[in-house]
Every structure is written in C-alpha cells, then in structure tokens.
C-alpha cells in the first residue's frame, strides 16, 4: 500500500462532521514538523485552522484545503459504513475520499517526498487547512487569510485540490472559482 493511500485511509476513518477536525489536522502537522514547517494554529470560533509554512523566500505555493466532510445522511444508504474505508474494484469508498481528504493525504506525501529529494530548495511551501469549509465557512480560510494579509504574506501560488465533477474528474471547470491542471512531476 503506497504512503499515500495509508494515510488517506488513516484521515478517512475520523469522524469530521463539519466543523470538527477528530484530530486530521494534528495528524498532518505530525508529517510536517519533521520537515521543517513553521506550524500556526488558528482557532475562530469551534473552528481548528493552520497555517504552516517551510522557507521564506518566493515564490510560496499553498496547497490549500479542509478536513471536515459534510453529515452522512441516513447510513442505510451507504453500501460500506462512512468512516471505514473499503477498496472494492479498484475505487476507495468512505465519506470525504471524494472531498477532499485523499487530496490532502497526496499534499502531505507529496512533499514529504518532494522535501526529502530537495531538502534545500528554492521558494517557500506552504499549507493553509481548516475544518470550515463545508459549513457557514466563516470561520476558516477566509480568517486565517485576513491574519495572514495583515503581516503582508502573499502567496504567489495556490493549489486547491478539491475535485468539482459532474460525470468524471475533471469534466468541469468553474471560471473564477476552481480550475483543473493535470501534469506529471
């Protein structure tokens, strides 16, 4: 099983109804602060945010993404129990494998090996993550960005990796709000 997939399964598996966290957020800083990331938690309201930051020069790049999933509905209509991960043909089933936690595991093992193969590299990375987004979203990315704008930090680029699909990923792009871009590092 690759790294990846491990920990997507490990977030999966935590109980995240928007706004809570069950621990997904302490869970990533754990594979950053080894790395070297400067980690800033943010607490708005019951909403758990962070900010973590590895350089200080530009260009930063962000990935950028939430933690909370939204209710599960009534369970009799699940065909596997939410927070227990399935593989099954090939396609990993749980609530949040969609949106967005397979993503956020893919930032942190990407890094982890993207740090480890250029430990003295240019630019600065950064991760903006909060448990706010499939509720009221007051509380999350939009404040911890006010904090960060008002020391002036910038980004100079942002990956949001939530997938918006109608029939297969990446049939759709929304103008002005989210975009795809494949590619192969």
């Not at 997507?8 to 997904?24: H, V, W, Y």
């Not at 957020?25 to 938690?41: A, D, H, N, T, V």
């Not at 949040?96 to 430990?119: H, Q, R, Y």
Request: contains cysteine; aromatic residues 6%; negative net charge.
């Amino acid at each position: 099983m690759s790294n990846t997939l491990e920990l997507a399964i490990d977030l999966l598996k935590r109980q995240s109804n928007t706004p809570e966290d069950a621990g997904c957020q302490e869970l990533m800083i754990s594979r950053l602060e080894p790395l070297g990331f400067k980690i800033e938690r943010m607490r708005f309201g019951n909403v758990n945010n962070f900010y973590a930051r590895r350089g200080t020069t530009s260009p930063l790049i962000v990935f950028a993404g939430h933690t909370d999933v939204v209710p599960t509905g009534p369970l009799d209509k699940w065909h596997t129990p939410p927070f227990e991960p399935t593989i099954k043909d090939g396609m990993l089933y749980a609530r949040g494998a969609a949106d967005m936690k397979t993503s956020l595991a893919a930032f942190i093992t990407s890094i982890e090996e993207f740090v480890s193969e250029n430990p003295n590299h240019a630019g600065s990375i950064g991760l903006l993550i909060t448990s706010d987004e499939e509720g009221v979203a007051i509380d999350g990315t939009v404040k911890v960005v006010e904090v960060l704008k008002a020391r002036n930090e910038h980004f100079d680029y942002c990956v949001v990796g939530e997938p918006t699909s109608n029939k297969v990923v990446g049939d759709m792009i929304k103008n002005g709000r989210r975009g795809s871009l494949s590619g192969k590092l």
